[in-house]
């Protein structure tokens, strides 16, 4: 069967095509830990997945998702639900994927809050519920908004935008997307033909923030090693350095079975392993897909293959997530 995903899809899954290739044969049940516009999931179904179990913590997803889940029947099941509690939802996956990229459906709603391109209410909350950016930006302290920035989203100048958040806040509160991103733009050199929106990486690093992005994303491959069948398929793709990061270090740690050791490094105890890679190097788009889709430039995807020993333990701060004072 095809593994695209039908015609009526409203947007094109990243790196599916590889993705499929490296679970071939697809079967069994699958969950899909970030459904979205249930791209992955359809294509997963038409790849030969005898189930799939669609999870977002966006109950828009949710709801735009009957309409085409409806004729699957029995074969898509849809739970409200995040990363670190996969495990809660199904155990003895054939597979799970897990796509990081934020949904394109919430960056085009302006009333979503996640774009610097329109404007609307500074909210940016998956979930629709708990803390916003505006509650972020509003309250929180000059040094945790520097370190925010810095860690969360890469940006050099984070203590010269967060000055200027509190500057501004003291007049007024911030409460729009248009407002946020004017008060970045000014702390920052105009951007040339071609580079980023100065705002980019300050509104990656709110939203990373006000998702628990890196928490959840450290549970939910956790609760995707305890949700696998041995011989089952865990599919991460990401969509920047510290994500993938984050993955790489998650899967060469669980496929490592220690031993070895050099003049630099001393011996490790021999463990069992809760993964083999498909690959030890990122799967990323072809020349075809770069044309057909240009979101995939920054994908990356990573493929691993449950084993049957036991789940290990994390080292969050030796996988390489970014850490706020206090552990967050």
């Given at each position: 069967m095809s593994a695209a995903a039908p015609d009526d899809a409203p947007h094109i899954p990243v790196l599916i095509a590889p993705l499929i290739a490296a679970a071939m044969p697809v079967f069994g049940i699958w969950l899909d830990g970030t459904l979205g516009a249930g791209g992955y999931a359809r294509a997963l179904l038409a790849a030969g997945a005898d189930k799939v179990i669609g999870v977002?913590?966006?109950?828009?997803?949710?709801?735009?998702?009957?309409?085409?889940?409806?004729?699957?029947?029995?074969?898509?099941?849809?739970?409200?639900?995040?990363?670190?509690?996969?495990?809660?939802y199904a155990q003895d996956l054939d597979g799970i994927v897990l796509d990081l990229g934020v949904s394109s459906m919430q960056l085009d709603l302006a009333q979503?809050?996640?774009?610097?391109?329109?404007?609307?209410?500074?909210?940016?909350?998956?979930s629709q519920g708990g803390?916003?950016?505006a509650d972020l930006v509003n309250s929180a302290e000059e040094g945790v908004l520097a370190d925010i920035l810095y860690l969360y989203g890469e940006e050099r100048a984070s203590r010269r935008i967060a000055k200027a958040?509190?500057?501004?806040?003291?007049?007024?509160p911030i409460t729009t997307t248009?407002?946020?991103?004017?008060?970045?733009?000014?702390?920052?050199?105009r951007s040339k033909p071609g580079q980023a929106h100065p705002a980019t990486r300050s509104f990656q690093a709110l939203r990373i923030a006000v998702n628990d992005e890196y928490g959840e994303l450290i549970g939910g491959l956790e609760a995707a090693e305890r949700a696998l069948k041995p011989g089952g398929i865990l599919a991460v793709v990401t969509f920047h350095s510290?994500?993938?990061?984050?993955?790489?270090?998650?899967?060469?740690?669980?496929?490592?079975?220690?031993?070895g050791g050099s003049r630099h490094a001393p011996v490790q105890a021999v463990t069992e392993r809760q993964f083999t890679l498909k690959s030890r190097k990122a799967i990323t788009a072809d020349e075809a897909e770069l044309a057909a889709n240009p979101r995939s430039r920054s994908a990356k995807l990573r493929v691993a293959v449950r084993t049957d020993?036991?789940?290990g333990v994390t080292d969050r701060k030796a996988l390489g997530m970014p850490l706020l004072k206090g552990g967050r």
């Amino acid at each position: 069967m095809s593994a695209a995903a039908p015609d009526d899809a409203p947007h094109i899954p990243v790196l599916i095509a590889p993705l499929i290739a490296a679970a071939m044969p697809v079967f069994g049940i699958w969950l899909d830990g970030t459904l979205g516009a249930g791209g992955y999931a359809r294509a997963l179904l038409a790849a030969g997945a005898d189930k799939v179990i669609g999870v977002d913590r966006d109950p828009m997803a949710l709801d735009m998702a009957q309409d085409w889940a409806a004729p699957f029947g029995g074969r898509v099941e849809l739970v409200e639900g995040v990363f670190s509690r996969l495990d809660e939802y199904a155990q003895d996956l054939d597979g799970i994927v897990l796509d990081l990229g934020v949904s394109s459906m919430q960056l085009d709603l302006a009333q979503r809050g996640f774009s610097f391109m329109r404007d609307g209410p500074l909210d940016m909350r998956m979930s629709q519920g708990g803390a916003s950016a505006a509650d972020l930006v509003n309250s929180a302290e000059e040094g945790v908004l520097a370190d925010i920035l810095y860690l969360y989203g890469e940006e050099r100048a984070s203590r010269r935008i967060a000055k200027a958040i509190v500057t501004r806040r003291a007049e007024a509160p911030i409460t729009t997307t248009l407002q946020l991103a004017a008060i970045v733009e000014k702390c920052l050199p105009r951007s040339k033909p071609g580079q980023a929106h100065p705002a980019t990486r300050s509104f990656q690093a709110l939203r990373i923030a006000v998702n628990d992005e890196y928490g959840e994303l450290i549970g939910g491959l956790e609760a995707a090693e305890r949700a696998l069948k041995p011989g089952g398929i865990l599919a991460v793709v990401t969509f920047h350095s510290i994500e993938d990061r984050m993955v790489k270090r998650f899967l060469q740690d669980r496929s490592d079975g220690g031993g070895g050791g050099s003049r630099h490094a001393p011996v490790q105890a021999v463990t069992e392993r809760q993964f083999t890679l498909k690959s030890r190097k990122a799967i990323t788009a072809d020349e075809a897909e770069l044309a057909a889709n240009p979101r995939s430039r920054s994908a990356k995807l990573r493929v691993a293959v449950r084993t049957d020993a036991a789940p290990g333990v994390t080292d969050r701060k030796a996988l390489g997530m970014p850490l706020l004072k206090g552990g967050r």
